[in-house]
């Protein structure tokens, strides 16, 4: 059976009022073996106590508030976004930040963790600070944030895999007393994930697909996988087959990504291309469009070249993903 986008968004609705009937019955989510499983539970899981509570992390224990109001999120805005959380402060790195998020945060102040401003974050008066990344917490920064509100920071960079996106998401959640809400979002996603799955195998049966970036360094990026930001998702949970260039160049344990030069162009045999360009590389991108090796791929004879955001595709939180999820299905499935 295939659906049409306007088919899937119908059915994608009908599971999401499924789930909500569910929730009301008094379910959680439960990790395991990399596995979501649903047990029953007492009728409310989030934290009821008006006490400050006690949480662990790699760099020692704090005191949670039981209500956090004040929160200081940098690169968990989307895990906030998607809880219905709104950040004092936005993560940036210079002129880059999650632009896709701005119909959450488009009144949110930018904060540019390049240069750590220790006054701005304390006259934002957090009650509570998470640090994406454990880098962030180096050179003494840790203990400054400390002082200002109590910092949760996360391992390594585990934010960045994807595989770890359940539990980044109820970590977030946990430390914002919406474990509930984190719940209804994994259970939204992985159900709209398999419908898609389905779709998409049966309408780009025997097609091939790949995925270049043209970098803010100027260098052409090849995505691959089976792993990493890209190929979770694009041959993964979406189930599409990589051109043979990909597997050729960009597949494999920490191989998922490579640089090509414009003589690799005429290799890239794929049907579908997703097309990522960053600000500022726009003239390089037209360069690129313009050029005869570019004309000889197969997606382009299609036409079936799509271009999309890359702070989507390098992100690996719920509404990016339902963001990617819609990119492949809208090249993919014609209305």
């Known amino acids: 059976m295939t659906f049409t986008k306007k088919g899937f968004s119908i059915i994608s609705m009908i599971f999401v009022l499924i789930f909500v009937l569910t929730a009301c019955g008094g379910g959680t989510v439960k990790e395991e073996a990399g596995a979501v499983q649903t047990e029953q539970a007492p009728a409310s899981s989030e934290n009821t106590s008006t006490e400050p509570r006690t949480v662990e992390h790699i760099l020692g224990k704090i005191e949670v508030p039981a209500e956090p109001q004040r929160v200081l999120g940098l690169f968990v805005e989307d895990e906030m976004s998607a809880l219905g959380v709104k950040p004092i402060m936005q993560y940036s790195s210079g002129t880059y930040y999650q632009t896709y998020l701005e ?99 049966v309408a780009a049966k025997g097609k091939t697909a790949a995925m270049i970036r043209i970098h803010a360094s100027k260098e052409m990026r090849l995505y691959g996988g089976p792993g990493g930001q890209v190929g979770t998702a694009l041959y993964g949970d979406f189930g599409l087959e990589p ?43 037209t360069e690129l469009k313009e050029s005869k090796l570019w004309k000889t791929i197969p997606a382009v004879k299609q036409g079936h070249v799509y271009e999309v955001r890359g702070d989507v595709w390098i992100t690996n939180g719920p509404l990016a993903y339902e963001k990617k999820m819609q990119d492949v299905m809208n090249a993919i499935i014609p209305d």
């Open 243 to 285: 051109a043979p260039i990909v597997r050729k160049l960009a597949w494999g344990e920490d191989m998922d990504i490579q640089a090509i030069s414009m003589e690799t162009i005429p290799q890239i045999d794929a049907d579908y291309i997703f097309l990522a360009v960053d600000e500022g590389r726009e003239e390089q991108a």
């Open 103 to 201: 119909d959450y945060l488009k009144d949110v102040p930018k904060f540019d963790t390049a240069a750590f401003n220790f006054e701005a974050i304390m006259a934002a008066q957090p009650d509570l600070i998470i640090l994406g990344f454990q880098g962030w917490a180096d050179g003494g920064t840790y203990e400054k944030l400390s002082k200002i509100a109590p910092t949760y920071v996360f391992t390594g960079s585990e934010i960045q895999y994807p595989q770890n996106w359940k539990k980044n998401l109820l970590t977030v959640a946990d430390l914002l007393g919406k474990t509930e809400q984190a719940q209804d979002v994994i259970k939204k996603r992985e159900a709209e994930t398999k419908l898609a799955k389905e779709q998409l195998q």
